[in-house]
């Protein structure tokens, strides 16, 4: 009796033992699964990578007319064309340039330096800008000529964007009664390009039209406009000839005021005069330096007779 019962638990001892081997363990208790890794992301190609800078640099600037360089209609508004890089995100800065000290030219030097006095906030403020003639000689002839001739006295900044730009010049601007139509003139004469300068702080650039309608990229007759950061994305599109010197904080002051929706200040900022003068020799820094950055004494050249009589007497 006793053989067929060991026998008997052996036969069922080796069958528990097999079939305990056909059956599968939960996965999450084999020692031996192999963790489900995700698929890595997918590199994008050079050309994806392109496609997306170009999309990224457009989107600085807000398009112009679908069909003729203005700026896209709104209900109810009069559509004015955009003549200026404009900004809808921050643009890139660039690192800021160092630039040669007023104070600091050579005794036998000859530059030639636009004197410009503006009027806002109830006062009046002197902005100084050294002009460029040997690398935009055609521009700064043709800027020259309006100085001269009194084409900007009177002439209002219709753009304002803090931390970008303020830009003046449009003959338009002169008639309060025609805020609707600013920024659309000085088309009536154009210059061709001459872009050889870089934009940084203080760069003095003619507005244009878009490539779309202006491939050749000639610049407006008589509008311009000052850069307050430096901004790679404008570089080799529009022509900078000159430069800042003296009374940038007015212009970055200028750049806070209140505008409306096409970014023209709403109280007037007038250029009441712009005379352009042959400075020789480094330029004057005050006894006093106002607390709004480095202010240069005027130059003599720039001033009336009387004005020039007390400031020698005083």
Known sequence: ???????????????????????????????????????????????????LAEEAQKALFKSVDKAGGGATATPGKTEVTQYTPYATTTPTRLPAQKLEDPALWAKDSVRKIAVMEVAFGGARETVMIELFPNDAPQTVNNFIDHCDSGVYNGLAFHRAIEGFLVQTGDPLTSDESARAKWGTGGEDKTIPAEIKRPHRVGA????????????????????????LGNYGVLEGKYTVFGQVVSGLETLKRISLMPVDANDCPVARIEIKSMKVITQKGPMQVPVMASGDGVRYVKPDAARGMVSRFFHRVW
Do not use: W
């Open 1 to 51: 009796m006793k053989t067929p019962l060991l026998t008997f638990l052996l036969a069922f001892g080796c069958h528990a033992a097999l079939t305990a081997q056909q059956i599968k363990a939960p996965e999450s208790l084999r020692s031996n699964t192999v963790p489900v890794v995700p698929a890595p992301a997918k590199t994008p190609s050079t050309e994806e990578i392109d496609k």
């Open 204 to 227: 003095v650039a003619m507005a244009r039209r878009s490539d779309k309608v202006n491939p050749e990229r000639r610049s407006n007759g008589s509008q311009f406009y000052v850069t």
